[in-house]
Nanobody, 122 residues
């Protein structure tokens, strides 16, 4: 069973930073592509970043390029999202997901966490 569990969300001022973590149960973490998605109130869930199984390939939405960094530690079964220069529009519930296909499409991911709230105040 693969179960992602997010942590690290919270309230931060615009311009600040947060680091999200996602711990994944199971012994096959290193075989999964990992992604971060977010959903703001009244909006569809959108992709934020993804990372390949080895960690050598990373992908970002244009809206977060240069500000967010995705990384993973396969020894710890954990994927991270470092978020810098946060903006009010980054406010959303952030979800971690695991899948087998490389890419940022929602339907590439089979296992989803419950989400963690990130609120950026002005």
């Amino acid at each position: 069973q693969v179960q992602p569990v997010e942590s690290g969300g919270g309230l931060v001022q615009a311009g600040g930073s947060l680091r999200l973590s996602c711990a994944v149960s199971g012994r096959t973490f290193s075989s999964y592509v990992m992604g971060w998605f977010r959903q703001a109130p009244g909006k569809e869930r959108e992709s934020v970043a993804a990372i390949t199984q080895s960690g050598r390939g990373t992908f970002y939405a244009d809206s977060v390029k240069g500000r967010f960094t995705i990384s993973r530690d396969n020894a710890k079964n954990t994927v991270y999202l470092q978020m810098n220069s946060l903006k009010v529009e980054d406010t959303a519930v952030y979800y971690c997901a695991a899948g087998e296909l490389v890419g940022m499409r929602r339907d590439y991911y089979d296992y989803w966490g419950q989400g963690t709230q990130v609120t950026v105040s002005s």
